[in-house]
Every structure is written in C-alpha cells, then in structure tokens.
C-alpha cells in the first residue's frame, strides 16, 4: 500500500502545567515513519506544552523526517479547531494546516529527496528531543484528552476514513529505556467511531510500565 493523503481535525487542547516541570505534548497528521526501519515521515501539527515556569505554550509546526521541525508563526490557542492534511506527489510534500476558529491557514510545498509513504498517523504523544541518531522520549504534558475527526487517507489511489484501512492502535506508555517520562504517565486511544473517521485520546497517569 502506497498513500499519498492524510487529513485529519481536532480541537487543541488545553496543557495542565506544573510549576518547575517543563513537559510538551504533539498532536499531529503524517505519512510514514510506522515502520521501526523507517528513514522518512513527513507529518504538520501543534503542540501543548508547559514551560519550566508552569506557563502553557501552543504552538504550530512541521516536520520532514529526518530533517529538524519547523515552528511557526502562526497564533493558537486551546480551544480553537484544526484541520491539517498532509499530500506528497513525486518529490513534492503539501503541508496545509487550518486553523477554523482564528480563520487563518498554513501551506506549504516542499522538495524532499527523501519520503515513506507505507503509512498514515494520526497521533498525539510526547515528542523525542534527538541528538544526531540517539534520541530521548521528552515528558509528556496532561492534555486531558484529543478527539481526531475526519480522519481519512488516500492510498494506491483510493480514498477512504481511517475505519476502511487497517488500523493499528498505539497507546504511549512510559518506563522505556529512552524516556525520561514518569513511569505511569501515557496516553491511550479509543476504538474508532461508527462514523470510521473519529476517536479519542486520553491522557492517563495510571498506566503501568511496559
């Protein structure tokens, strides 16, 4: 299987912060990157952080594995509605994110010599900070919970909900070898709607280590 689409919406959601605890919390739409051999992923979002002072921080970003992320200007907040697809045609990478509550949008075209496009994400997680190869599982921030909608894909040509593909669900859990995130905190999603384009995921500080 071979996409090229994937879409997605959902509600940014509010950081629950601690004062002296920086933690960051991504939700975001991508292609690629599934597979532990993957060299590529190519994937447009925002984030729900917390800063060292116990401050919220929303922003938007992009990201063309392995290339670094890209923050952007682009005002957010909790509360307001995202609609992101990612396209990639040949070399070309569209990344399009709107926000729906400000009425503003992001799009970009970009050239990559390198793409994966064996599969379609819809994920909210604690981002790793990496250092050339190695990499480090950052704290995840309490977001409460993330609902995706219209969660749907194109691939070898057809288009089709999230429901209609086979779906593989990833729940975060902590206590890994690479994560610095406490040892019960993680996030777990839910069964796909009867819609095939909507669930939920749930922060959770009650999860045991793997």
């Known amino acids: 299987m071979t996409f090229s689409v994937v879409s997605g919406s959902w509600t940014q959601p509010a950081a629950t912060c601690t004062a002296g605890t920086a933690t960051w919390s991504s939700f975001w739409v991508g292609l690629g990157g599934y597979a532990e051999t993957s060299q590529a992923l190519e994937q447009i979002g925002t984030d729900s952080d917390c800063d060292a002072s ?15 992320p890209v923050q952007l200007r682009m005002k957010l907040s909790p509360g307001d ?22 009425n503003t949008v992001f799009t970009r075209h970009l050239q990559t010599s390198t793409t994966d496009l064996t599969s379609a994400e819809w994920i909210a997680e604690a981002p790793s900070n990496c250092d050339g190869p190695s990499c480090t599982v950052l704290p995840l921030t309490n977001f409460g919970t993330v609902s995706f909608s219209g969660a749907a894909a194109v691939g070898d040509g057809h288009a089709a909900p999230l429901g209609s593909w086979t779906v593989t669900p990833i729940e975060l859990l902590a206590g890994d070898r690479l994560a610095v995130m406490p040892s019960s905190t993680g996030a777990v999603p839910s069964p796909v709607g009867p ?3 909507s669930f939920t995921i749930s922060y959770s500080d009650e999860l045991p280590a793997p």
């Open 54 to 68: 116990g401050r919220p921080v929303y922003y938007v970003w992009y990201e063309l594995v392995p290339e670094a």
């Open 81 to 102: 509605r995202i609609d992101a697809v990612v396209v990639v045609h040949d070399a070309t990478v569209i990344l399009r994110l709107r926000d729906l509550t400000r």
């Open 195 to 197: 819609d095939g384009g």
